[in-house]
């Protein structure tokens, strides 16, 4: 059977009905309101021309069998540790991105801009009816293959006959979504003019993107990423990282070390991947043993 034209929004909602999921349940996987999918349901009952979502959900995994496929991957990759702090960071970044069409979230590698970038647009979800998409652009080596990446994370498939680019613009273009562009970096020579083409095409999208460096594109709002904040000493968000992934490996500091862990995090500068490397070493090196070691091995 030709398959009527689904987008990719309407096929992860397909596969996941086909899990038997409630409209709840696919709204909270995919970051999109239960409205949202209430709409794509109807629209998939009349493309697909099913009496019910019962129908559908066989449907779904009738065509799962067929096409071997695994189902859609998630919207946001899910972090398998707690978040920490950074309340105000949150909230300014996301102001941002309702502000801007395009924000690049701008620090130093291990300072926390993945993680604040995945918060933000799990907050920001219910704002944007077609919901989140997360690209990462670490396994880009060659910058023209930005829009392949994009491509891949929204679902688009590549065809021989079409530019990947083009095809990303067409099935974005009239998306309410945010894109989170993970890594821009060393690859900022693509994403510009990319997301120049993707933003003029795509006029309800927005773009929340993570670099070391600002992309230095007109249209850019650049937003530092600070280290985590050392204020309120053992009350502090770096202290916090710190405790957290401690207890994580079974040795939580007692009451008794909390000033020794504070110097830590000062002296780690309040990066955050640093405080989780050393977090991680406390209890073998003991506060002492890490205060000396920090000398190099754990600056990053
Ligand atoms: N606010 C936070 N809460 C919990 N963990 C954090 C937080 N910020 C950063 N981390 C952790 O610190 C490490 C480095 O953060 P990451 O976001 O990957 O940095 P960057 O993207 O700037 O290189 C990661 O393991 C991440 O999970
Ligand atoms: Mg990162």
Redesign the pocket.
Known sequence: MATPSISAREAEVLALLGEHLSNAEIAGRLFISVRTVESHVSSLLRKLQLPDRRALARHAAASARTTGQAGPPPALPA?L??????TRERAELAAAVRAHRQVTAV?????????????VAGDLAGEFPDGVWFADLVPVADPVRVGAAVAAAVGVGEQPARDVDDAVLAALADHDALLVL??CEHVRDGVAPFLERLLAACPRLRVLA?S?ARLVVPFERAVP?PP?SRAGGDES?AVA?FM?RAAAVGWPPGPGASAGVVAVCERLDGM??A??LAAARWATLGLDGLAAGLGDQLRI
């Open positions: 972090p540790t707690a978040f920490v702090g950074r620090g130093p590698g291990g300072v926390g801009k993945t993680r604040l970038a995945l918060a993970d890594n993570t070391r990423v985590l968000d990282l957290d955050a991947l405080i989780e």
